[in-house]
């Protein structure tokens, strides 16, 4: 995980950042049309008083994280010493995968609030279907407060809303902490969640302070999730593909975190939680069979041979010691699950009113929602979603 030491976020953290490019003497820049507009030249200016060598390269407006466009970057970089992501998501997906395939150092410098991207050593790539690249993690990050102040409305409540998604991943990692006998508590993330949703009212009042407010309660809710890899509503959201929510990721990742905290809410509620032995895997092979680009996700589309591995991974699930467990200890999920899902209800109806918005929940197509849900498991080998897939909560059993 990124140490929060290696961040700076301050006015005017741009001069620290030049003066930490004085190291280099070949500095490659990768913008998008915004950023570009609006503040590439003051630090194209700074650049240039201390006389280093840089050149840019700037992304196609609404470019997405595709192998085409990485190879595009990579060709552009040449015999840079070091890459600098300046924008926010898409440039620092881009960027991560470049660094990684260069092997040259990162520096990320957003320039408007954005979500968890800018900090983790991870990338999405969206090819067909998403994938999660490892990457480096980027060598220091330069917030600077001037741009972040500016932020559109659109970035500040994604923001926000992406902060309250991480509900659902509280609920899941203490889920794979009880099945692994690991006592990791993370509900201390719950009254950070609270304090970002009273910014609501303050983005009224007094909007520049509270979106620094936000950025920074942004980093700590970084720091304590210790987020490594993607999580469930993360990768859900990046899997639909029927939405009119692809520029507001955050909203997707809300969306997305209330639907499996109600998953999990409906597994805990039940008298009896038992394991089903009889998988209906024909029913999972079709879904995949009219998921055509799913196809790029595995290696060849021997379906069967992948949920065979997957079954297989995945029996220490139905042993009698983690059922009886989850027996005995189900009403402490429930009861946090329903705490979780009714605020984040709270919180969209809250939205809705200060947005004028009337089809919040009417955005993403339900049906693919539940296909989804039913292969999630298999994509993203995590134990929480396998736990209901193996005990016949998302149809694969």
Known sequence: MKEINDIVFEKNALNQLTNYLKDYSKIFILTSPTPKKYYFQFL???????????????LNSNSACTSDNVLKTCSKIKSAEIIVAFGAGTVFDIAKIASKNLNLPLLIVPTTITHFGMFTNYAILNDHVPQVVETPAPKKIFIDKNFISKSPETFIYSTICFSISNLEYVI???????ISNQSNQMDCIYNLIKKITDLLTWLSLCKDIAIINLLEY?????DLCKLKKISNSMFLANLIKS???????????????????????????QNLIYPISTPEIDKIITIFEKKPYLSVYFKNENYHQYIFNYL??????LNNEIKNKLQ??????LNKTLEYEMFISKFIKKYKIMNKITQFDRMID????????????????????SLLSRYGFLNMA
Do not use: H, M
């Open 44 to 58: 194209a200016n700074l650049l240039s008083e201390q006389n280093l060598n840089f050149w840019s390269y700037t």
């Open 172 to 178: 899941s990692s203490n889920l794979d902490d009880f």
């Open 218 to 222: 942004v980093i700590q809710l970084y």
């Open 243 to 269: 939405s009119t929510l692809k520029n507001n990721f955050g909203e997707k990742c809300l969306l997305c975190s209330s639907i499996l905290l109600k998953l999990y809410y409906e597994f805990f509620n």
């Open 312 to 317: 297989k991974s995945t029996n220490f699930l």
């Open 328 to 333: 005995n200890y189900r009403f402490q999920f």
């Open 366 to 385: 339900e049906k693919d929602i539940f296909y989804n849900l039913e292969i999630l498991p298999i994509l993203t080998k995590n134990n929480s979603l």
